[in-house]
């Protein structure tokens, strides 16, 4: 059987994912996996779970539901906090037994999962925990990626389901398969089989299946994984980043100081609780009518945004005189106006993001093959900026913060990359003078960190925040570094050679240098001088650009570079730059190429790379493991309504849901191991600076899900007190509630 | 948490610092963060500075003076409410290098308050190049008013901010404070909290006719 026909084959018959999309029970399960997007689910292939109950165990589908490290993808939990990491080579999972003792800990993991990343446990290196814990590996086949509740899911397809001690399920997993982690497990493994009765087959089969070879050399790699990071930072530094290491360590540890006193903090779960309240019935019903009414018939783009604010404003004011909200402080109200602006911006994103469709994807991928360009030639001193300030990691930090704004769907969330992506520079620049910094040293790095990070979509972000972000926060310091990113995107797009420290003759050669090694094609002419230039015209003394308000400017000047080819150059210095660290390893994405970002669900060919079409084979940089892609057209099988559509789903909504699933394009593509496992190892977790920000945010994910639930529950109550059915809002699991 | 979230956000009065590079725009910027019993608020960085005058909150746009980004500065000056336009007053060409960002603060509200300041004027006794008298009278082309100020000593650098204040607020905004210093007057808002109703309550000794919304 083929790789392809594997995956196609688990995806059409797994037990696990059918009883996933169709059992009422299961709703909030796929509610989590709908909303929260760092969450994966681990599917045991199809003969290994023969043997076991139907329906399967709760506590058998809450451990294959894991949620994902933000600062480190490879590392995972499980829904019953089962604490668990894909070994080095990426051909294994690894879960580490016992899963919580610490009451403390099962404390903080009710409170919020993703806390036990914190954990030291996570932060040790395998060798070492084998000596601690027991280790229990399962054999990774493939990473693809299913359909459920309208949203792509990542899978990793597992040889066998995870067992734990005392799960009920242990006893009927009795092909080979559960072997230990590392060398070293083996003794702790074997030493203490019959403690762990329910494991006995397992562990017999860890001996029959040990290979030392293979798993010594994992660990080894273990060490130098960013899973194991806070220790390499306290050793000497690899020679990978070794003359910078210290000064990123230390930007990030600043950084996370910074980031707990983060001006954005928002208790998203607060407000979801004011605003399911059955007493707040008439703002829920408000807000659900607008999202409806906007997603059947979405507003033309220009209006968008007035509709929006016009209708945050109108609810706020019904907020005010609503009992719920009346009484509560001024700090309060704005956290509800916050949270409002979040859940309606979410609800509303698939309509409200790239509302120009292909011509704004094209817009993006257009300034994205212009930086792909001019990041193979610009180097930081063609910015003035000094070299005591080209602290590279540092750089490639602030990058990678950047480029998170497209995995957020709020404004407001997708503000906080950028804001962190500032941080991480004003560290920098801390590090490389002694007088406090200002715009004049914070922009041309912001520019040269947006060159490095040469993130998807940014037309589109920036547009979206701009358009949807609340006036306020967009005049108050949000507003003046999202200013600075727009700043340094329209100068990346119209700078000329003057503005660069070069002449024309190096530009043009420079450019027409870039996009020439492509292989597959012929070179593109790069060069887009000739193109009206904005910023030339605001110099002049009658300029129309500074008074054009600033996301028809941006539109405008989007236009100059249409020609630039979609085709990338190849040169781009470094993959690691668009690794996204809040996603997990099979991402669709390959640094470097320009994929589909995930909230282009509905207009997802316009940025297709063209080589990602398709099946395909990868091996990591061992070789010793094959990641599938799955061809994403065929066989998505699990094409349940969108959660957002609903039951009663009209059918102008529909194309929601099913626009992510058979027009899409190559959403199934993973990424390349090796490439991700290099940029884990260049970048010491980068995730560390802004970790807390990341964890409430999450946690803001998860709790929409629960409230979301909780809110259906309150709205049916209330409809059966006779007042007018209407449409479900937020339906996962629609037809699993409305029939109960 | 929520409230410093609503706390950081509201921004009464935009005030957008303009100057070629080299002039001191950052250090008078650093000053006027620093030099007060009232922490400042920003928590990013530098270049975005957050000040409560008499109630009313500032916020302070630092621009990159450098030449290749001035016409980004139309971004920067965009509903501004006040325009700091820096020169040096050791650099005679300075203050003329400012007509380039005229028309970049088309952009910013109607009725900006420009204040022209003369930045170094620690230096002014042995250096000075650009005379008070050509200096206002600049100040009076551009319909600004005029300071010079001195980020080293610290000299009229509230003043700008005073000007600022009573330019846009009016007088009756400052009253709260005899002396007028405001760095011995803390805001009487609680620093945790601001909204805009809080604002005003807060700001009543002072301007309770200011309209709001």
């Keep these: ?740 | 948490m929520a409230a410093a979230a609503a706390a950081s956000k509201h921004v009464d009065l935009k005030i957008v610092f303009l100057g070629a590079s080299g002039v001191g725009k950052t250090s008078l910027v650093q000053r006027y963060a620093n030099d007060t019993f009232e922490p400042t608020q920003s928590t990013i960085g530098a270049a975005f500075t957050l000040k409560t005058w008499h109630g009313r909150r500032f916020g302070v746009w630092d621009t990159a003076g450098q030449e290749r980004y001035k016409s980004l500065s139309a971004f920067y000056c965009r509903g501004a409410g006040a325009a700091i336009l820096v020169y040096d007053v050791t650099k005679a060409d300075s203050l003329h290098a400012l007509d380039a960002y005229m028309d970049l603060l088309a952009s910013a509200k109607d009725g900006c308050f420009k204040v022209l300041v003369g930045s170094k004027l620690d230096l002014a006794p042995d250096a000075r190049e650009v005379t008070l008298d050509a200096a206002r009278e600049y100040a009076t082309s551009i319909d600004a008013l005029h300071i010079e100020a001195s980020a080293k000593t610290g000299d009229n650098v509230m003043d700008i901010f005073n000007h600022i204040g009573v330019g846009v607020f009016g007088f009756d905004a400052m009253t709260a404070s005899a002396n007028g210093s405001p760095a011995s007057t803390p805001t009487p808002t609680a620093s945790t909290s601001t909204v805009r109703l809080d604002d005003d309550s807060a700001a009543k000794s002072g301007s309770d006719k200011k309209k709001c919304c």
């Design chain 1, 1 to 740: 059987m083929s790789v392809s026909k594997f995956v196609e084959h688990e995806k059409s018959t797994n037990r696990f994912l059918r009883e996933l999309a169709t059992s009422p029970r299961l709703g909030d399960v796929v509610e989590v996996l709908a909303t929260d997007r760092a969450t994966m689910l681990i599917v045991p292939q199809g003969v290994s779970l023969e043997p076991l109950p139907t329906p399967l165990p709760v506590q058998f589908i809450q451990s294959h539901v894991v949620y994902l490290n933000p600062a480190n993808p490879s590392q995972f939990v499980s829904l019953n906090g089962l604490p668990g990491s894909l070994n080095a080579s990426y051909s294994e999972l690894l879960t580490f037994t016992p899963p919580l003792s610490d009451p403390d800990a099962v404390e903080a993991f009710a409170t919020d999962p993703r806390s036990v990343f914190a954990w030291p446990l996570y932060e040790t290196p395998l060798e070492v925990l084998a000596d601690q814990t027991e280790i229990l590996s399962v054999q990774l086949l493939r990473i693809a990626s299913v359909v459920l509740a309208g949203r792509e899911i990542d899978i990793y397809i597992t040889a066998h389901p995870l067992v734990f001690d005392g799960c009920s399920w242990a006893k009927h997993v009795v092909a080979p398969g559960v072997v230990a982690g590392a060398p070293d497990v083996r003794t702790s493994a074997v030493s203490s089989p019959r403690t762990h009765s329910a494991l006995a087959t397992s562990v017999a089969n860890f001996l029959r299946d040990f290979r030392p070879h293979k798993l010594a050399a994992a660990a080894l790699k273990t060490r130098s994984t960013p899973a194991s990071a806070s220790v390499a930072a306290a050793s000497p530094p690899s020679p990978d980043h070794d003359p910078l290491s210290a000064a990123g360590t230390e930007s990030a540890s600043a950084s996370s100081a910074l980031g707990s006193s983060t001006p954005t903090s928002l208790d998203f779960q607060a407000f979801l609780a004011q605003l399911q309240h059955p007493s707040a019935f008439e703002v829920f019903n408000t807000v659900k009518a607008f999202v409806g009414n906007f997603r059947r018939a979405p507003p033309p783009p220009r209006l968008m945004s007035e509709t929006v604010r016009s209708f945050l404003e109108s609810t706020a004011s019904l907020m005010v005189a609503h009992p719920m909200w009346s009484e509560t402080s001024p700090a309060e109200f704005a956290n509800a106006r916050e949270g409002l602006e979040k859940y309606v911006m979410t609800k509303l994103y698939a309509k409200a993001f790239r509302p120009g469709g292909d011509t704004d994807a094209e817009r993006d991928a257009a300034l994205a093959a212009h930086i792909k360009a001019l990041a193979t030639f610009l180097r930081p001193h063609h910015l003035d900026i000094k070299p005591e300030l080209c602290n590279e990691s540092a750089i490639k930090l602030a990058a990678n913060e950047l480029a998170k704004m497209s995995h957020y769907k709020a404004p407001r969330d997708k503000l906080v990359c950028v804001l962190n992506c500032c941080k991480v520079i004003f560290n920098i620049l801390a590090h490389g003078s002694s007088t406090p910094a200002g715009a004049d040293e914070f922009l041309p790095l912001l520019i040269y960190v947006v060159l490095r990070a040469n993130a998807r979509a940014m037309h589109s972000n920036c547009d979206y925040i701009s358009r949807f972000r609340s006036p306020v926060a967009l005049n108050g310091e949000s507003g003046y570094y999202f200013t600075n990113l727009v700043s340094a995107i329209t100068f990346l797009e119209n700078c000329k050679p003057s503005q660069l420290n070069m002449t024309a003759e190096e530009f043009d050669a420079a450019m027409a240098a870039a996009p020439a090694p492509s292989p597959s094609s012929a070179p593109r002419s790069p060069p887009r001088r000739q193109l009206p230039d904005p910023l030339s015209a605001a110099n002049s003394p009658a300029p129309d650009t500074p008074s054009v308000p600033l996301v028809t400017s941006l539109i405008d000047m989007g236009d100059a570079a249409d020609d630039a080819s979609a085709h990338p150059p190849p040169l781009i210095p470094s993959s690691p730059l668009s690794v996204p660290w809040a996603r997990p390893p099979p991402l669709d994405l390959q640094p470097g190429d320009n994929p589909p970002p995930a909230e282009t669900d509905a207009h997802p060919q316009a940025e297709a790379a063209p080589s990602a079409k398709g099946p395909r084979l990868r091996t990591d940089d061992e070789g010793n493991i094959i990641f599938a892609v799955d061809s994403p057209r065929t066989n998505k099988l699990f094409d349940m309504p969108s959660p957002t559509a609903g039951a009663t789903a009209s059918p102008a909504i529909a194309p929601t849901s099913t626009a992510t699933s058979p027009s899409a394009t190559p959403l199934g593509v993973t990424s390349p191991p090796g490439e991700l496992r290099a940029a884990l190892l260049a970048v010491a977790s980068p995730d560390e600076l802004t970790l807390a920000d990341v964890r409430s945010l999450w946690a803001d994910h998860r709790a929409l899900a629960a409230e979301n639930r909780r809110l259906k529950a309150a709205l049916l109550e209330a409809q059966l007190r006779a007042i007018q059915p209407r449409e479900e809002l937020a339906p996962a699991s629609d037809s699993g509630s409305a029939s109960s």
